[in-house]
């Protein structure tokens, strides 16, 4: 299922990435260190591990197996975490975006709100003349019919 970050156009992506690096710079700046490094280690792993299936030699000290295992143990963790940090970023700023439109959404809320409270406010002051002046009226015709009679 796609979250609201996914659902913007290309534009729209970037003009939310944008804000949310303006927001947290330092977070991103350390996800972003995490995936160049996670890329520089994809790139090591691969290589190592073709140096070592085509030319059957063990660059370190050991048993092919053991580097071969090593090596792709080195290529899969960076390979994930390059996935986490970047999956990560996307969550965050998805995070953003959905929390600014709460807010916005609130704030019609009680923008509404203290509109009905307003015009309430005013129905009731125009409810409590109109009581008084028929309650003096009503007061006023039975003296006058008292006073006839």
């Known amino acids: 299922m796609k979250n609201k970050y996914q659902r913007l156009s290309k534009e729209d992506q970037k003009k939310a990435k944008a804000e949310y690096i303006k927001r947290n710079p330092y977070v991103y700046k350390r996800f972003h260190r995490l995936a160049i490094t996670c890329l520089i280690g994809i790139i090591y792993g ?6 070592d299936l085509v030319f059957r030699k063990s660059l370190l000290v050991g048993s092919f197996t053991l580097n071969v295992v090593l ?8 390979l994930f ?3 986490f940090s970047k999956d990560t970023i996307n969550r965050q700023i998805n995070k953003m975006l959905v929390e600014d439109l709460r807010k916005e959404q609130i704030n019609k809320w009680e923008k ?3 509109a ?11 409810t409590t003349v109109k009581k008084t002046t028929k309650k003096k009226s009503t007061k006023v015709s039975k003296k006058t019919s008292k006073n006839k009679e």
């Open 116 to 126: 009905e409270e307003k015009a309430e406010k005013k129905s009731t002051k125009k």
């Open 112 to 114: 509404e709100r203290k």
């Open 81 to 83: 975490f390059y996935v």
């Open 46 to 51: 691969v290589l190592v591990l073709i140096f």
């Open 71 to 78: 090596d792709s143990f080195v290529f899969i963790l960076c």
